[in-house]
């Protein structure tokens, strides 16, 4: 099956970092991203969405650094349904993001020494449960594929048995 979210808005509070027992940070942010629409007698109406997102590994840390509330950014990810029991001992569930990949969206100035469309997918942002050591991926520095050049055949019409 395909679990794909993407969504732009911005944060509604301050980033708040913790390591794992595994050493592999995780952030939890909050964004809140909006929808304006036409309504039947012609004004203008606004719908808000407010969502809970993880982000892990390196991209956890760098979202702590340069993030703030207020913050645009672009987070693609999964949604996932997490599920615990209260201190009174109901069952809760409900639904967030698990961010594969960061944009900031913001201007140098705005997000504290971030910069304008940075994108942060190409570090590991994937949880490492049970992991020793927090490790780190670095960007992709492979050359761009070029697909190989067929050599052309001088082949006789004549030549072919069909």
């Not at 301050?14 to 007698?41: C, M």
């Not at 004004?43 to 407010?50: H, I, Y």
């Not at 760098?62 to 349904?81: C, D, F, P, T």
Request: aromatic share 8%; glycine share 8%.
């Amino acid at each position: 099956m395909y679990n794909k979210v993407i969504l732009v808005g911005n944060l509604t509070r301050d980033v708040e970092l913790r390591y794992l027992p595994s050493g592999s940070a995780l952030a939890k942010i909050g964004i809140a991203t909006n929808r304006r629409f036409k309504k039947q007698d012609g004004s203008q109406g606004d719908e808000v969405c407010f969502v809970d997102v993880n982000l892990f590994g390196r991209t956890a840390e760098i979202a702590n650094q340069y993030l703030k509330k207020g913050s645009k950014i672009l987070i693609e990810g999964r949604l996932v349904l997490e599920s615990w029991t209260d201190q009174s001992g109901q069952k809760r569930s409900k639904h967030s993001v698990t961010a594969e990949s960061l944009q900031m969206l913001d201007s140098k100035g705005a997000s504290q020494g971030g910069y304008e469309g940075e994108d942060y997918s190409s570090y590991d942002s994937t949880p490492s449960y049970g992991a020793t050591s927090s490790a780190k991926s670095a960007p992709n520095t492979q050359a761009p594929y070029k697909e190989p050049q067929i050599p052309e055949i001088n082949i006789d019409d004549d030549e072919i048995p069909f």
